[in-house]
């Protein structure tokens, strides 16, 4: 339910009982528990997509993403390098794992994920991690 994570979530339970293996439903779930900021559950939902569906680059990304926010950058490089092998032009992947590099100060890594994280955008487009190290300017 759009605005009300609670609810969805409730909904997607529900839902995932009827359907324990429904992608869009465990996905929709996960996407609800980040936005309460509840990344363990986002992990556990997004974990259970990748079981069920290795090939699922949203899921390896989303699931970087929530890992970052834990905290556990170790994780979130795993599965972010993960979805750019799958998918060597993901622009989310790239960039997060770019920051991941320049936190630890593998400037060379970070600059690369950047700068190919730059190469398909829009002219003048500049995601927030490029603002501290690399710039998409045209």
């Known amino acids: 339910k759009k605005g009300n994570p609670d609810a969805a979530i409730e909904d997607f339970t529900a839902a995932l009982r009827l359907s324990p293996d429904n992608l869009e439903c465990l996905m929709a779930r996960a996407k609800a528990h980040r936005k309460k900021a509840e990344f363990t559950q986002a992990v556990e939902d997004l974990s259970r997509i990748i079981h069920l569906s290795t090939g699922n680059v949203d899921a390896w990304s ?8 834990q905290g556990d950058f170790d994780g979130a490089m795993k599965d972010l390098t993960e979805a750019i092998r799958r998918s060597p032009d ?5 960039t997060l794992r770019g920051f991941l590099h320049y936190r630890k100060e593998s400037w060379k890594e970070a600059i690369e994920d950047y700068r190919r994280s730059c190469k398909d955008a829009p002219a003048g487009l ?13």
């Open 62 to 69: 989303i699931r970087g993403v929530s890992r970052k926010d």
């Open 90 to 94: 993901d622009r989310l992947a790239r």
């Open 126 to 138: 500049v995601d927030y991690p490029l603002l501290m190290l690399y710039p998409c300017g045209r």
